[in-house]
């Protein structure tokens, strides 16, 4: 049974008058931020708004890197150039710094976005590109990724920190892969039941799969999207859940 591990969720994904979840009360729930860099979602002020919320309540910051794709929220694969991409993250990653800074906090992990997360799970010649644009910036930063997929071995082969990552509010396929969101079920909202289910997650290490089959996750942090409408919900529900069992919520990263 796992005795500590990580609650984080994307935020800071606000866009001028159009907001995108809770972050002040997210932030009051988990243990680490990933925040929006401006590529997939996330303005200036916006973001800066969330990273003070997030030092007020001593929450670890992550980088949130996505392909620049503002209008698919992310989401959409794109074919970029190695060179592009790791210009790309070293952008995103550089722009979040600099806000973090003036609130008097730090970025200490990078964890991709949307497509680019879930391409370059199993797309070696993205996942090159993403690792050498984190290297290129600060190689001391800690890259999250899908648990048990390719790119954490990649990022370790070339010296960088990695925490596998698990997903509260999403179905698995009985490989360990996330379903797509184009099929039905593959986004949960019941807040027992996803609490129900990081609770399987840590103390037997599986989940079970969209197809009833018990699925191996071995992770390390466990997120619940911040654009999920019952996200608030969600979050502290597997957080008491998980408290209550004995397990103790803290990032991965002291902050």
Known sequence: MIKTIDLNSDLGESFGQWCMGNDEAILEIVSSANVACGFHAGDPVGILRTLKFAQKNNVVIGAHVSYPDLVGFGRRKMDIAAHELTADVIYQIAALQGLAKVVDTRV?????????????????????????????????????????????????????????????????????????????????????????????????GGVESIDGKFTSIQADSICVHGDNPDAVEMAKQVKTVLQQAGVTIRSFVHP
């Open 108 to 204: 200490s992990y990078v964890k991709p976005h949307g497509a680019l997360y879930n391409t370059i799970a199993h797309d070696e010649y993205q996942a090159i590109a993403v690792i050498e644009g984190i290297l290129a910036i600060d190689p001391n930063l800690t890259l999250v990724g899908l648990a048990g997929s390719s790119i954490l071995r990649l990022a370790q082969e070339r010296g960088l920190k990695t925490i596998a990552e698990a997903f509260a509010d999403r179905a698995y396929t009985s490989k360990g892969e996330l379903v797509s969101r184009r099929e039905t079920g593959s986004v949960l909202h019941d807040a027992d039941l996803v609490a129900r289910r990081m609770l399987q997650l840590v103390t037997e």
